[in-house]
């Protein structure tokens, strides 16, 4: 027979749920007291980890690359915050960002100049709001402050729930430990924000943290304990030669030399480039999206009416070059790959467009009917299945991600891709015009050259 404690006993013990709702209740009332330079005006958080990027891999046999990181926020109690990102790709492509402002609205510079120059770009209040909120998950004392309980704590298989909702409005899901009172976890849709260990005994600190998007984890952190900081260093100025971005205007496809055209005016400031000549059109890339090429499909189509597309090249099998791909293959297109290139068509687009594609193992010509283009494999550090096209006619080459020039601003020093498209050039005798790649304006030799010795350059 179960012997049950008496009503008095059971009711002079409080519950796990009392506690953590009492552990609840003084964390939302004063938590960021409980981490460390809690009562400055504002902390600045170091982080360093990985991305898991997909499809961003130098192997195209290998689905995901760990991408090196490093964030640091400024965040006010008067909810101004700044955000410095720096992520490095394969090839040494390194993306440095910064992000300012507040629930009004913030702006967003590339601190490099490579990728968006001197573009300010601006976050809009309800994506800012969210940005905010986001980088309330690197400190849950603040997030618990700042949100609204939409539930009662609930109790559920040793473990205690509540839902929230954050100060962009939407739902968040925090699990605590119920053995400890020490947060676990915070679902945020479909992302999971694990919380590994902390710099203090409730978990409202984190040291370490893993993000999931469903079970697929794509992030891992570790961070520094906040430090106490002016709130002023939040909101610095730009630095100097920054403009406003400008815009992309209407989708259209401008032309560079007969027969040769660069598409501008798509909501991601990708560029296809094609190619025309009697016989049918060459479609060099294919960003970002079914949706985007679709578009451009049907631009290709009204600018040469009546021509079928003989074929697609793709500089590498890199998810933002190959995603639009079924947009542009009907029956008797011929698509290009480089070495390689097959495995990842595989995984994004199936085993039948994989296995219709052509490996491109040496130098080799399309031809167009009184026009040839030729497709050079490059050994890049970026992808190994690069390919570079030269339009003979125009003296134009094709590429992506090997070199950039940016759409406003001035020609920034280049990456370690720059030096391999030189060197595939000058190894095949090519000496081009035109330098037109998928990122940035459109580039000439001279730009090339200018960016070249800007990377020999000491620092």
């Known amino acids: ?41 504002a902390w600045l958080l170091q982080m360093q980890g990985e991305l898991l990027a997909r499809e961003q891999a130098a192997h195209p046999g290998e689905a995901t690359v760990p991408v090196p990181a490093r964030q640091t926020l400024w965040l006010a109690r008067d909810g101004h915050f700044r955000l410095e990102t720096e992520n490095r790709f394969p090839g040494e492509i390194v993306f440095r960002y910064r992000e300012a402002g507040d629930a009004q609205g913030a702006q967003r510079i590339d601190l490099l100049g490579w990728r968006d120059g001197t573009a300010i770009q601006p976050v809009d209040a309800k994506a800012a709001r969210e940005h905010l909120a986001d980088q309330l998950l690197w400190m849950p004392a603040e997030l618990l402050r700042q949100s609204t309980p ?7 298989q040793g473990t205690w729930q509540q839902t929230l909702r954050d100060p962009a409005g939407r739902e968040l899901q925090l699990r605590w430990s119920g053995a400890q009172g020490r947060l676990l976890e915070v679902r945020q849709g479909p992302l999971r924000y694990v919380y590994l260990s902390s710099h203090d005994e409730r978990g409202l600190q984190p040291a370490e943290i893993e993000i999931f998007n469903g079970e697929r984890r794509i992030q891992r952190w570790q961070l520094q304990p906040p430090a106490a900081v002016e709130a002023s260093s939040t909101r610095p100025p730009l630095p100097a030669g920054y403009e406003p971005q400008a815009p992309a205007g209407e989708l259209r496809a401008e032309r560079l030399a007969p027969g040769v055209y660069r598409v501008e005016g798509l909501a991601s400031r990708y560029h296809n480039h094609f190619i025309v000549g009697r016989q049918g059109v060459v479609v060099f890339d294919t960003p970002v999206s079914r949706e985007e090429g679709t578009r451009v499909r049907a631009l290709i189509e009204r ?31 011929r698509l290009f790959v480089g070495q390689g290139g097959r495995q990842a068509l595989a995984r994004q687009h199936g085993a039948a467009q994989a ?10 010509a ?17 992808a190994e299945d690069m390919l570079v096209a030269w339009d003979d006619a125009s003296r134009s080459v094709f590429h992506g991600d090997l070199f950039y020039v940016p759409e406003q601003g001035p020609v920034p020093p280049a990456f370690e891709g720059a030096e391999e498209l ?7 005798g090519l000496d081009p015009l035109r330098v037109l790649g998928v990122h940035g304006r459109a580039a000439d030799s001279a730009d090339l050259q200018r960016s070249l010795q800007l990377r020999q350059r000491p620092s």
Do not use: F, N
Not at 150 to 156: N, R
Not at 309 to 324: C, E, K, P, Q, Y
Not at 356 to 364: D, H, I, L
């Open 366 to 382: 399309i031809e167009l009917g009184g026009r040839a283009l030729r497709l050079l494999p490059v050994t890049s550090s970026h």
């Open 422 to 428: 030189q060197q595939a050039l000058r190894q095949a």
């Open 303 to 333: 600018t040469a009416p009546g021509l079928p597309i003989a074929a697609v090249v793709l500089s590498h099998g890199h998810r933002d070059h190959a995603a639009g791909l079924p947009a542009y293959l009907e029956e008797g297109t």
């Open 1 to 41: 027979m179960t012997t049950r404690p008496s009503r008095s006993a059971a009711s002079s013990r409080p519950s796990s749920r009392r506690r953590l709702a009492l552990a609840l209740g003084l964390a939302a009332m004063g938590a960021a007291r409980a981490a460390p330079g809690a009562e400055a005006e």
């Open 150 to 156: 939409l539930t009662p704590v609930q109790e559920q």
């Open 355 to 364: 296995e219709r594609a052509e490996e491109v193992r040496q130098t080799q």
